[in-house]
């Protein structure tokens, strides 16, 4: 198993009472290939640096969690389907 963060950015029109909805809903994917979610840390509404989607904003959501590399790679997977979510960046953390 190997630690991981996740940044997720989120559609701007989602309402932010909402972000912990859909980030559990992709977490789920994690907790099921029996990884463990340690943190998850919503930043709100930012500014991007470059527009995405002629967007200039988004909600912004840190997760840590620790899962083996084929469960983390499903998740960005359906994350990179999900329409709410713009973009993703995994990084492996140094254990």
């Known amino acids: 198993m190997r630690k991981y963060e996740v940044m997720i950015l989120i559609d701007s029109d989602v309402d932010e009472r909402q972000v912990p909805t859909v980030v559990d809903k992709h977490l789920e994917t994690i907790t ?41 790679k499903e998740m960005d997977r359906l994350m990179g389907i999900d329409e709410q979510i713009v973009r993703t960046k995994v990084l492996r953390l140094e254990d």
């Open 32 to 72: 099921k290939g029996g990884g463990t979610v340690d943190n998850i840390d919503i930043w709100g509404r930012r500014r991007l640096a470059y527009d995405i989607n002629k967007k200039s904003e988004a909600l912004y959501a840190v997760v840590q969690l620790t899962a083996e590399p084929a469960v983390v």
